[in-house]
């Protein structure tokens, strides 16, 4: 064995353990901040033998040793197949007592899984499934049954971008009473909604709890579905209190904004990150909304539908005081870049040069991306003059150009 090697395994065993500790991939638990751009489910990658943990077993007999005895190098769990069920309680059985991440596409994995351990090992879980039963363990158990779970994700694992299945709001209350402590909740091209026919005749629900622990709610990616069905997939809202989320992100709004404004005043969340989508919210209602005291404190903004409404907002400076993101992904308007409000978009930015707004984006779908001059020559000369002066970033144009681009001639566009 190389000399390199035998300096590892000479070190002392708490060091020797955390520099292999760092040699793990980056963990499937990481916190992902909220968006509505991914349409299919993140891949989650199988144990692999050329990759940490698995490797330093095929190194040598002192490397193997301070990798079995180093439970902190097993507590990720990704993807394990159901054939392969002795490698799964070896995995688990090195992690000895340590807090389990599992992400999983498989339900009966995670079943498994939650009956070997003790639950107050489970600490985050990312399960995506391809049927609704699949889920249905995580909703049935006594209250506070998964003490310790911080990080949820469900999501269905088909490559379609239209939903297979649904979830109701009561599915979302049992879950909250069962996991009392969870901070993250990613509910992934899965609506939350209440149909009028269910094909199982349903429990009567604990009542809604007050779950000041939740700070992360991501109600998002699932587009493309039938306006009647989507505008209420966001009426969960309506059975929920969270005094301290921080994040929020709806990609289809109440078919009554209403359910919107009563969590706001009932939850007096402060939160940090709001995600918007499509759905009835009108010029008057969107100006109530941001004026509300729980957006005070609003750092990242994100909209997927008609802003407009909001350029003269931000000339304001007593709205929204703590914004530094502004990202507004227009695809209802930008089939006609021409006739868009560039002028408002200037007002709005040029009132908050000296504020703490640092990046406006404004992305567009469907345009001619080979239309340069879409935008006024006087628009993008006096927001390329705003950004070198102010150190703004400045992005308007499709998700492969900028059309206010500082690094050359406006003709010649390269992507970002």
Request: aromatic share 8%; hydrophobic share 40%.
């Amino acid at each position: 064995m190389s000399r390199r090697f035998n300096l590892v395994s000479e070190l002392p065993f708490e060091i020797s353990s955390e520099i292999f500790l760092l040699c793990l991939p980056t963990p499937s638990s990481e916190f992902r901040a909220p968006t509505i751009f991914c349409q299919f489910s993140p891949p989650i990658p199988s144990p692999a033998r050329d990759q940490a943990p698995l490797l330093f077993l095929n190194i040598c007999k002192a490397w193997s040793e301070i990798t079995l005895s180093s439970p902190g190098l097993w507590t990720d769990i990704q993807n394990f197949n159901t054939s392969d069920l002795r490698g799964l309680e070896r995995w688990l059985a090195r992690a000895a007592s340590r807090p389990l991440s599992l992400s999983t596409r498989s339900g009966g994995i995670a079943r498994l899984i939650l009956r070997k351990v003790t639950t107050y090992q489970v600490h985050y879980l990312e399960l995506y499934v391809e049927h609704q039963d699949s889920l249905r363990f995580l909703f049935e158990g006594e209250p506070e049954s998964l003490p310790t779970l911080r990080s949820l994700t469900v999501g269905q694992s088909s490559s379609s971008s239209r939903p297979k299945f649904f979830l109701h709001p009561d599915d979302i209350i049992r879950l909250l009473h069962r996991a009392p402590n969870l901070t993250q909740l990613t509910v992934d091209n899965v609506p939350v909604m209440v149909l009028p026919v269910f094909t199982h005749p349903r429990q009567i629900a604990p009542p809604p709890p007050v779950s000041s622990n939740l700070e992360y709610l991501n109600l998002g990616k699932h587009r493309q579905f039938t306006t009647g069905l989507g505008a209420v997939q966001s009426s969960v809202l309506s059975c929920l209190t969270l005094p301290g989320l921080q994040s929020l992100n709806i990609s289809r709004l109440p078919t009554s904004t209403q359910i919107l404004f009563d969590f706001m005043r009932r939850s007096s969340p402060h939160l940090r990150q709001l995600c918007l989508g499509q759905g009835p919210l009108p010029l008057h209602t969107g100006e109530h909304l941001f004026r509300f005291p729980a957006l005070a404190t609003l750092v990242h903004l994100e909209l997927h539908r008609d802003a407009s409404f909001i350029y003269p907002l931000l000339t304001d400076l007593s709205v929204l005081p703590t914004l530094v993101t502004l990202v507004v992904v227009d695809f209802l308007h930008f089939t006609s870049m021409h006739s868009y409000p560039y002028a408002a978009v200037m007002r709005a930015l040029s009132a908050r040069r000296d504020t703490c707004l640092q990046s406006f984006e404004m992305i567009c779908r469907r345009p001619d991306v080979s239309d340069t001059k879409a935008i006024p020559d006087s628009i993008v000369s006096a927001l390329r003059e705003l950004a070198a002066e102010s150190g703004m970033r400045i992005y308007i144009g499709p998700r492969a150009f900028n059309l206010i681009d500082l690094s050359g001639p406006r003709d010649d566009l390269g992507s970002v």
